[in-house]
């Protein structure tokens, strides 16, 4: 594995133990604004509020590097963690883990590069734009990053590190570096220059426009409305009945709550206008709601909850909200989240995701090599699948699946 840059000295990577202890105007610079779940106010929160700390599995030990020639000045930066157990990822290894420790082996604990709870596609190697010369470049910096993850994993005898839900060309990058690469899977809405939702339903074939509407009335017969609240608008009250919805559907499904209430109270402080809340009302009275992050171009739904069962309620405020509003703000994409076939009959169409893996005992990385190959063809298999099942119109307006 490469270590460090060409320069004649490698470049110092330094771990952090919380987000308190660097800047947030530095994070950011490398963060960038596109993607909130990267920005500094985000993490912190997560650390802050006891959703993400090391009594709950995700000890810090973020990295960053400084400038050789101004040492305030971060030019590259990380969000790493020890993990004791693999909840809250969402890329699963629940069976790697299994098969190491009954052949003898120690699984946890491990390290990971994520944004904890979040299955949010996005940058792993943080890297700020605005490089001077004599710094070193981009590339030379990711490098340096990943390089520092494997020396970590070893040096402290962790199992095995892994960065879900990086970008393609991270992906690539590790894969040139020796880590093992895995593809999955999420559906994504893409706004085709929409200038209202009956734009969208009309690139679909007759039968699932028909269904949106008859899903989207049947919401609207129950005398449930809803609302966006965005930013300042969404009070303190509003984040206690979410935690509320947030917990009882975690309770129906027999899941843990990872997020706290101190997590939700906290996100309109810290991210301002980037958050949205849709919130479901009866007779007056909140009764579910979806929280979801406002990116540069993109809509990120995350959280859902309610405390009644109305029927379609869930699709009306997830999806159908979520694309009302891209559409109104002209924002290019609503990514839904995790898993959820059924995303593709709502205008959701499958997008590859990418991780990494390095694993330290070649027992273990060998049949993992061999699983990710075999899991590859399998995906490429569903996706094709899903894809001539698209609920769109082909480019020549006929009935049938959309050709992509």
Not at 181 to 204: I, P, S, T, V
Request: hydrophobic fraction near 35%.
């Amino acid at each position: 594995m490469p270590d460090g840059t060409d320069n004649e000295q490698p470049l110092e990577v330094v771990l952090i133990g919380s987000l308190s202890d660097v800047a947030a105007q530095q994070w950011d610079a490398c963060a960038g604004a596109a993607n909130p779940t990267l920005s500094h106010g985000f993490l912190k929160l997560l650390e802050d509020s006891g959703a993400a700390t090391r009594d709950s599995g995700w000890m810090a030990r973020h990295l960053a590097i400084r400038s050789p020639l101004d040492a305030s000045r971060l030019l590259a930066c990380a969000p790493l963690y020890v993990k004791s157990h693999s909840y809250g990822e969402y890329v699963f290894d629940w069976g790697w883990a299994d098969a190491y420790e009954r052949a003898g082996g120690r699984y946890y604990p491990k390290l990971q590069s994520a944004v904890p709870f979040t299955p949010v596609p996005g940058a792993r190697l943080l890297v700020r734009p605005d490089l001077s010369p004599g710094e070193p470049t981009g590339d030379q910096l990711r490098q340096a990053l990943l390089s520092a993850m494997v020396r970590l994993t070893g040096e402290h005898g962790l199992s095995s590190l892994h960065l879900t839900f990086c970008t393609a060309e991270e992906w690539q990058l590790g894969g040139e570096m020796g880590l093992l690469k895995r593809r999955g899977m999420q559906y994504h809405w893409e706004n085709r220059g929409y200038r209202c939702f009956d734009d969208f339903l009309a690139k679909l074939t007759s039968r699932k426009r028909k269904n949106l509407r008859k899903e989207r009335e049947a919401v609207a017969r129950s005398g449930v409305t809803l609302r966006h609240l965005v930013g300042g608008e969404i009070k303190a009250r509003h984040w206690r009945d979410f935690y509320g919805f947030y917990l009882a559907t975690v309770d129906k499904k027999w899941a843990h709550a990872y997020l706290t209430q101190e997590f939700f109270e906290g996100l309109s402080s810290a991210l301002g206008d980037r958050v949205l809340l849709v919130l479901a009302e009866k007779d007056g009275e909140p009764v579910a709601g979806a929280f979801n992050l406002i990116g540069k171009k993109r809509l990120y739904g995350r959280n859902w909850g309610c405390l009644e069962e109305f029927r379609f309620l869930h699709f009306e405020a997830c999806y159908y909200q979520a694309i009302d509003f891209a559409i109104e703000q002209g924002l290019e994409v609503v990514e839904a989240g995790a898993q959820g076939e059924h995303k593709i009959q709502r205008g959701y169409l499958p997008v590859d995701t990418y991780s990494l893996h390095w694993i330290a005992d070649p027992a273990l990385a060998q049949p993992v090599s061999r699983f990710l190959t075999q899991e590859r063809a399998s995906l490429d298999q569903d996706r094709q699948y899903l894809l001539e099942h698209s609920p769109y119109r082909d480019d020549s307006g006929k009935e049938g699946p959309a050709r992509r």
